[in-house]
């Protein structure tokens, strides 16, 4: 059974320049390489950042920015540490990568010493999120600009449905005397701003999953609901309507969606989770104890995907499906069920399956 080509809530990775939230916070890119991260201003420096990093913005002070770094970083090169107003210290010599989502961007390096703050219930598999407040030279950041606009709570009058509205006690957005235009005068703009509810600023690209192949484009003021971020890429739901016979609905039990990158990043939460992928075939192999997930000795196929995505998967193959293995040529484009064994393996990181069912696609 193929895949449907519409989908009323339609999960996609939308590529922006700026990042979508809207807080009561400012915030910053850096602009400058290598740029230093200091304890206070010109005081002692603590750690080098990359460009392109964005933080949040605090308080100014003369030629000095207050910022507060805001990342993930491997759990097995942070531990305790008995310094007041810390959870954590960087263990790992000579430093650490620090970086903006699990596997994400990277944000700066802290030496080992660094001192941070676990972020409450921020883990996810082999990362703890974690912050730092601290200062950078001015000179090394600007502002990001806010160019994505917050739907407020309204009624469509021609279905009688409400659309949902703004969350409760959600965040202000920033106050206009920082240049960014003048006061919104409008009926609606002392309605709370809902950061997960937010439009498209602009005509943009629609990509299944960031760096990868065009998917569609959406025009301005399409409204979208953040999922996640991951770097300079976000991850959105698009909703709409379409026509109910251009729709198919998936198996009870089948996540459709999913791609390997959230697998890997958080394999507890899929593990034996049934789902269907489109895969590029490659080959047919043994396990041996280099797959220590995968018992030895069983059979088991090397694929990419899930198609888009360039990386790579293993599915280990039930007795009685080996037949099919077969017919299948190098390249072949399948369609996988299959249950998940891992979403993460020790060594090379890539996610295993258990086939449930397969089938060729033209």
Known sequence: MQSSRALRALPVVLGLVVPLSLTAQARHRVITDG????????????????????????????????????GWIFTTSVGPTPRAGYDLTVTRAPEENLRSAPAGALIGKLPQGFLLNRVAEGTSGRWVHVTRAGWVAATDVESVAQVASSRTASTDTGSGDPIPGPRPGAPAPPGHGSGVGPPDTSAGSSAPVDPARVESARRTVLYRVPEGPPTGTLAPSAPLRVLGRSGEWTRVELEGWVKSADLEIAPPGVLVGITAAELRTDPQRYA??????????????????????????????LARGPLPERGFVYVVVPEAKRAQLETLTPLATIQVTARVRTGRTRFLGNPVLDMISLETLP
Do not use: C, H
Not at 43 to 70: P, S
Not at 278 to 300: H, V
């Open 272 to 301: 034996g989770q049934v789902l269907r992928w489109t895969l590029q075939f490659i080959s047919t192999q043994k396990a041996d104890e280099l797959r220590p997930e995968i018992p030895n000795g069983a059979t088991y196929f």
């Open 35 to 70: 740029a230093w991260f200091y304890q206070e201003p010109g005081g002692k420096r603590l750690a080098r950042l990359a460009r392109g990093a964005v933080l949040m913005g605090g308080e100014t002070q003369g030629d000095w920015q207050g910022v507060m770094l805001e």
